[in-house]
């Protein structure tokens, strides 16, 4: 199964990705609700992505682009207020985008797309 840590405080959020992906069982979750925690949860946990809201990336950025360094793909999620997008389209290198309320088609199309891309570097390297 993939690790997944979600990185938001938004517990309707986390619940609504949990619900969609738990159909597939492809899928371990994990809920960091506070940027402080990112941290020690990493660590614990190893993810193989992460899912983030886009307002926890100021609090976040260098540890973010560490995990991108590391080919660990990052979803940034966003409210779809103008601001937001505003925001989504700043960010170095995330893997992709989800917006809020997620969309169980949009999320298990993202998913397909960071498994296939995560199984592609596997068969180069």
Do not use: W
């Not at 926890?56 to 103008?82: M, T, W």
């Not at 088609?105 to 995560?118: A, F, H, T, W």
């Amino acid at each position: 199964n993939m690790r997944v840590m979600i990185i938001d405080k938004d517990f309707d959020h986390f619940d609504s990705v949990k619900e969609i992906l738990t159909k597939r069982k492809d899928f371990d979750l994990t809920q960091v609700p506070a940027y402080q925690n990112v941290t020690e949860v990493a660590e614990d946990f190893h993810p193989e992505l992460i899912i983030m809201d886009v307002d926890q990336y100021r609090h976040l950025g260098l540890l973010i682009e560490n995990y991108l360094s590391h080919n660990i793909p990052v979803i940034f999620s966003a409210d779809c207020k103008p601001t937001q997008i505003g925001k989504l389209s700043k960010l170095n290198k995330p893997f992709g985008y989800i917006l809020k309320p997620v969309k169980e088609r949009e999320l298990l199309m993202m998913m397909d797309i960071v498994i296939n891309d995560i199984e592609r570097k596997k068969v180069i390297n």
